[in-house]
């Protein structure tokens, strides 16, 4: 067999091997959506999958690795913020700023679709997944962008980087439970709509007032 000809074979099985991969995790997804995680066995995502044992085996050794590559999965789709990157943001031209925003917040949204079934996973079962060490994260980021906004830190900050950080997962969630059907832009003005009233308030020393 010549080279061309091995390549071309050696490519088909890789994508078929991915394919079926990919076909076993939408399978998992499926049936969590039905019983519990604990409830779930080889059996019963073999035939969800309609694949045989063997099969399966040659991608995963157990359940527990699927939903530790969900979990992989989730955690390499972030916002690409530190605090240099907020510093800078926050400094620039409004019309600048807004373009920086949107390209951020559409990146992770585009993330968040390639891995629909990995954030749908997440979104039924947040314990399963750590996603209440995300969403600290997430809060984290939020209250340091909070924290250069009104150039303090204090517990009335810490609330409202609290507050939003909710918010805008019950919209992801939301979003990712119906099936990502709206566009990127329509989730990108909520997130703008939440931030204005939130980041881009008047707020003193005592109290936190909307203009």
Same mark, same amino acid.
Request: proline share 1%.
């Given at each position: 067999?010549?080279?061309?000809?091995?390549?071309? /074979?050696?490519?088909?099985?890789?994508?078929?091997?991915?394919?079926?991969?990919?076909?076993?995790?939408?399978?998992?997804?499926? *049936?969590?959506?039905?019983?519990?995680?604990?409830?779930?066995?080889?059996?019963?995502?073999?035939?969800?999958?309609?694949? /045989?044992?063997?099969?399966?085996?040659?991608?995963?050794?157990?359940?527990?690795?699927?939903?530790?590559? +969900?979990?992989?999965?989730?955690?390499?789709?972030?916002?690409?913020?530190?605090?240099?990157?907020?510093?800078?943001?926050?400094?620039?031209?409004?019309?600048?700023?807004?373009?920086?925003?949107?390209?951020?917040?559409?990146?992770?949204?585009?993330?968040?679709?390639?891995?629909?079934?990995?954030?749908?996973?997440?979104?039924?079962?947040?314990?399963?997944? $750590?996603?209440?060490?995300?969403?600290?994260?997430?809060?984290?980021?939020?209250?340091? /962008?909070?924290?250069?906004?009104?150039?303090?830190?204090?517990?009335? +900050?810490?609330?409202?980087?609290?507050?939003?950080?909710? $918010?805008?997962?019950?919209?992801?969630?939301?979003?990712?439970?119906?099936?990502?059907?709206?566009?990127?832009?329509? +989730?990108?003005?909520?997130?703008?709509?939440?931030?204005?009233?939130?980041?881009?308030?008047?707020?003193?020393?005592?109290?936190?007032?909307? *203009?």
């Amino acid at each position: 067999m010549d080279n061309t000809i091995a390549n071309k /074979n050696m490519n088909k099985f890789h994508g078929k091997f991915h394919e079926t991969g990919g076909r076993i995790k939408k399978a998992f997804v499926r *049936i969590l959506d039905r019983r519990d995680y604990e409830d779930i066995s080889v059996t019963s995502l073999c035939k969800e999958a309609q694949i /045989n044992r063997s099969t399966f085996y040659l991608h995963y050794s157990n359940i527990e690795e699927i939903a530790r590559e +969900i979990e992989d999965e989730l955690n390499e789709c972030k916002f690409e913020a530190d605090d240099q990157y907020l510093a800078k943001l926050l400094r620039a031209d409004p019309n600048e700023r807004r373009v920086r925003e949107d390209e951020m917040i559409n990146n992770f949204l585009n993330s968040i679709r390639e891995h629909q079934d990995a954030f749908y996973a997440a979104a039924k079962n947040p314990k399963l997944f $750590g996603q209440e060490k995300r969403l600290k994260e997430e809060q984290d980021l939020i209250y340091q /962008n909070f924290c250069h906004v009104f150039g303090r830190a204090d517990r009335t +900050i810490a609330l409202a980087a609290s507050y939003t950080c909710a $918010g805008i997962h019950d919209v992801l969630y939301s979003w990712i439970l119906g099936g990502c059907i709206e566009s990127n832009d329509v +989730i990108r003005d909520v997130f703008h709509i939440c931030f204005n009233l939130k980041t881009y308030a008047v707020v003193n020393e005592k109290s936190a007032k909307l *203009i």
